[in-house]
């Protein structure tokens, strides 16, 4: 595992995107795992800098998101669905055709739901370079504490602390979606290459515990320490003083 403390948060998005963008270029059709949340937004913002001024080409990438709420539609404004609309795909030449994510829209058969997207990313030949946030309580994707280092993609329940840090995005606490379709663990570490991100003081006690503490459960994202080929990019203030 490689750990790359950068100064602050615009260093850490400048770094993530110019892996990524090198990725792409050795390899044109790539497969990535994407996430959502805060975190990723800057490196989301300078791949679409590179794609303007540098002719990064996404057009034969291929994008498998690596979660998405259920009982929303996907085009509910808090959905995952457009969050990578507005934040990413606008803006870049993803196909459509390329593009994943699950879909947890009301209603759904979500276990089949859940069945066809793991389907889709194994069919597709893998993923290639998954990119992975961390929840305040050491989560991934929605991997919850507890999560099985073996599951797949399936309906999880939010953590209490989840639903809590989901606040500030819905209008009111009836509305945050309390399940979500998340991949896996064994889905994220069956990916080539990860790269996990964590920016700001939030995040400091999350990121020690998945980086040195023993392997464990109740720590999902201590998973990734299982995988031969990690980076982690963490900003000056995620890392514990
Ligand atoms: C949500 C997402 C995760 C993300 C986490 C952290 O729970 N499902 O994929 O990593 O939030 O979000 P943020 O980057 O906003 O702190």
Same mark, same amino acid.
Request: glycine content about 6%; hydrophobic content about 40%; some cysteine.
């Given at each position: 595992?490689?750990?790359?403390?950068?100064?602050?948060?615009? /260093?850490?998005?400048?770094?993530? @995107?110019?892996?990524?963008?090198? @990725?792409?270029?050795?390899?044109?059709?790539?497969?990535?795992? %994407?996430? /959502?949340?805060?975190?990723?937004?800057?490196?989301?913002?300078?791949?679409?800098?590179?794609?303007?001024?540098?002719?990064?080409?996404?057009?034969?990438?291929?994008?498998?998101? %690596?979660?998405?709420? %259920?009982?929303?539609?996907?085009?509910?404004?808090?959905?995952?669905?457009?969050?990578?609309?507005? =934040?990413?795909?606008?803006?870049?030449?993803?196909?459509?055709?390329?593009?994943?994510?699950?879909?947890?829209?009301?209603?759904?058969?979500?276990?089949?739901?859940?069945?066809?997207?793991?389907?889709?990313?194994?069919?597709?030949?893998?993923?290639?370079?998954?990119?992975?946030?961390?929840? /305040?309580?050491?989560?991934?994707?929605?991997?919850?504490?507890?999560?099985?280092?073996?599951?797949?993609?399936?309906?999880?329940?939010?953590?209490?602390?989840?639903?809590?840090?989901?606040?500030?995005?819905?209008?009111?606490?009836?509305?945050?979606?309390?399940?979500?379709? /998340?991949?896996?663990?064994?889905?994220? %570490?069956?990916?080539?290459?990860?790269?996990?991100?964590?920016?700001?003081?939030?995040?400091?006690?999350?990121?020690? =515990?998945?980086?040195?503490?023993?392997?464990?459960?109740?720590?999902?994202?201590?998973?990734?320490?299982?995988?031969?080929?990690?980076?982690?990019?963490?900003?000056?203030?995620?890392?514990?003083?």
């Amino acid at each position: 595992m490689r750990v790359l403390v950068t100064p602050d948060y615009r /260093t850490l998005s400048e770094e993530a @995107a110019a892996l990524v963008a090198r @990725a792409v270029r050795m390899k044109p059709d790539l497969a990535l795992g %994407l996430p /959502t949340g805060n975190t990723p937004l800057g490196m989301y913002e300078e791949l679409i800098r590179k794609h303007r001024q540098e002719e990064l080409d996404f057009s034969r990438v291929r994008t498998f998101n %690596l979660d998405e709420y %259920l009982g929303i539609a996907p085009g509910h404004p808090r959905s995952y669905h457009a969050y990578m609309k507005t =934040r990413f795909f606008d803006h870049v030449n993803v196909r459509p055709e390329h593009a994943h994510i699950p879909d947890g829209s009301p209603g759904i058969d979500a276990a089949l739901e859940c069945e066809r997207y793991e389907n889709a990313i194994r069919d597709s030949g893998g993923i290639d370079l998954l990119i992975v946030g961390i929840g /305040t309580n050491g989560h991934i994707a929605f991997n919850e504490p507890g999560s099985s280092f073996d599951s797949r993609t399936r309906v999880v329940s939010l953590a209490p602390e989840t639903i809590q840090n989901a606040w500030k995005h819905f209008a009111n606490e009836a509305e945050i979606p309390k399940h979500a379709i /998340t991949v896996g663990i064994r889905t994220i %570490l069956d990916a080539r290459h990860i790269l996990l991100l964590a920016a700001g003081p939030a995040k400091a006690e999350a990121i020690e =515990r998945a980086l040195r503490s023993p392997v464990s459960e109740s720590v999902p994202a201590s998973a990734i320490q299982l995988h031969s080929d990690v980076i982690v990019i963490l900003d000056e203030a995620a890392r514990r003083h």
